[in-house]
């Protein structure tokens, strides 16, 4: 007869009918190791915090914040988002006590609505043996013991995880799981929610935060009830993502804080070597790992060095399909276009819902970001430029230079030039001094202070020519310059600019800007008399 703790009985006496039952004890001598035990202190669902995948439990398990694989679905369902392709990952780890724990899941990138993957994580324990156990009415003697077979010991978990950028830089996660659990004829089940966060502060470092078990019910043969877990995680990656450190800490509720240590070292493109402590708090497993890639393929092993031996886990990872980013960005970039097409005819507001499906398609993208924010602020002056008309025209274009953003200057000059055109538009004006402020211009545009037919241009012209009377020669360049970068053949302004440089006594350039002006209007005698007095 085999004997084991977890051993179930049943009682029958001779002057009873037929009494029998099940007396299941815990059956400790399945855990993976003891620091499992002192992570969740006996609670249920204490396999969910052994950990899962080759890759992760070689680094010590210190992988909330370094997961970036499809057993994220398992570790931080937020790092889902750090996939870019299909993936699919199986492990086995042979504990001891026959024992096994195995965990298969599949992780799906989508274009737009962020990863989700589906993921199976079993312990399974077989062989315990049922006895039956046959006493005198008053219990106090065996008359018989007989063999019932043997029991397995089996706990599951189904679960859902989906992960989405909702920044640039933060990225948010979400698990729906069940957990059954089985033991004998005797069998429970819970479902439960975690949730986390992953901020990626720059390309080297990245944090994460998440709880497990923010929320849990329970159905079945048990009173029990899923530990409430807080998790920190952190990740440092060096030399171009060839060294990575992970490091996190976990508590659960009513039972010691734990932490993990771990590193991973890629010694060429295709192996890494891995290494790892848990401890709780002192340290309880020390952690050993190999990876190897092949094309597609990943394969991993872990070994595991504990209190009661050791652990060997071996991992397979099969990535497929094309890079889901490129084919994002492709789809984003057409939405993109179709705004800009909107931009053309003068329809902002469809322009604004076209960037704002992109947006929501790519909430991660910096620049979108700033087009719409660009497009809101100037909605609030001009809701819209239709119209084939030159100052629509010059409205469209001076907004799309402003949204897009690479040239500021540009939007500056065509919203002036619009502006010149229409000197009475107010909504026009406050657009373009709000462009103005932005780019960082020290004297934005003001209404003319002349008579009411001045323009922009015969403004700045104004100004100009004061500048000359009042010896403020830099001031009259300047003033030039504005009406140049609107009408770069303007006549007036070309004499005056080179006026200023022939008084500040700069004669060299003074004569290529009136050479331009006698390009320009072969008939300007003016200019050709400052042209022979310095020639």
Do not use: C
Not at 167 to 183: H, P, V, W, Y
Not at 285 to 292: H, K, P, S, V, Y
Not at 320 to 329: I, V
């Amino acid at each position: 007869m085999r004997f084991s703790p977890a051993a179930g009985f049943s009682i029958s006496g001779k002057a009873r009918k037929g009494l029998f039952f099940a007396l299941l004890l815990p059956a400790f001598s399945a855990l993976p190791s003891p620091l499992l035990f002192a992570q969740s202190g006996g609670q249920p669902g204490q396999f969910m915090s052994y950990g899962a995948g080759a890759r992760g439990l070689g680094m010590g398990g210190a992988f909330f914040a370094v997961a970036d694989d499809a057993s994220a679905s398992y570790w931080n369902p937020a790092a889902l988002t750090l996939l870019e392709r299909k993936e699919f990952s199986a492990m086995q780890a042979s504990m001891f006590a026959d024992t096994t724990l195995n965990f298969f899941t599949y992780a799906h990138p989508t274009t737009s609505r962020g990863t989700w993957a589906v993921s199976l994580t079993q312990l399974k324990s077989v062989g315990f043996e049922k006895l039956s156990i046959t006493a005198n009415p008053a219990g106090d003697e065996i008359l018989d013991i007989k063999s019932q077979g043997t029991f397995d010991s089996v706990e599951r978990a189904l679960a859902f995880s989906w992960g989405r950028d909702v920044s640039e830089k933060l990225a948010f996660g979400i698990m729906l799981k069940n957990i059954s659990r089985t033991l004998d004829d005797s069998s429970d089940s819970f479902n439960a929610i975690d949730v986390s966060m992953l901020q990626k502060f720059s390309k080297t470092y990245r944090a994460a935060i998440g709880v497990q078990n923010v929320f849990s019910m329970s159905s079945g043969d048990t009173e029990d009830k899923l530990p409430l877990t807080l998790k920190l995680g952190q990740a440092l990656s060096l030399f171009k993502g060839n060294l990575m450190f992970g490091f996190d800490i976990l508590k659960p509720q009513n039972s010691a804080t734990n932490w993990r240590f771990g590193g991973e070292y890629w010694l060429m493109y295709w192996a890494a070597l891995r290494f790892g402590v848990m401890g709780a708090p002192g340290i309880q497993e020390a952690d050993f790992g190999l990876g190897i890639k092949y094309k597609d393929l990943g394969f991993d092993v872990a070994q595991g060095v504990h209190a009661l031996g050791t652990t060997t886990r071996f991992s397979v990872t099969m990535r497929m399909g094309q890079s889901n980013k490129g084919k994002h960005d492709r789809e984003v970039r057409e939405i993109v276009r179709q705004a800009l097409q909107y931009f053309k005819s003068g329809y902002f507001n469809r322009a604004m819902e076209k960037l704002r499906s992109a947006m929501d398609a790519d909430p991660g993208n910096s620049q979108i970001r700033r087009m719409v924010t660009r497009l809101q602020s100037a909605m609030s002056y001009v809701p819209d430029a239709i119209g084939g008309e030159e100052v629509p025209t010059l409205t469209r274009r001076g907004i799309i230079a402003y949204v897009d953003g690479s040239d500021l200057r540009t939007s500056v000059n065509v919203l002036r030039h619009a502006f010149n055109k229409e000197p009475k538009n107010d909504n026009l004006l406050s657009l373009l001094n709000m462009v103005e402020k932005e780019t960082g211009v020290s004297e934005p545009t003001r209404k003319s202070e002349g008579p009411e037919i001045f323009t922009y241009i015969d403004q700045r012209t104004y100004d100009a020519r004061q500048a000359i009377y009042d010896g403020k020669y830099d001031l009259a360049m300047k003033r030039a310059q504005d009406i140049l970068d609107l009408e770069p053949s303007n006549e007036t302004a070309l004499e005056i600019m080179g006026s200023a440089f022939y008084l500040m006594n700069q004669k060299d350039k003074a004569r290529v800007i009136w050479e331009k002006v006698a390009e320009i209007n072969p008939g300007n005698t003016m200019v050709k008399t400052f042209l022979k007095q310095i020639r």
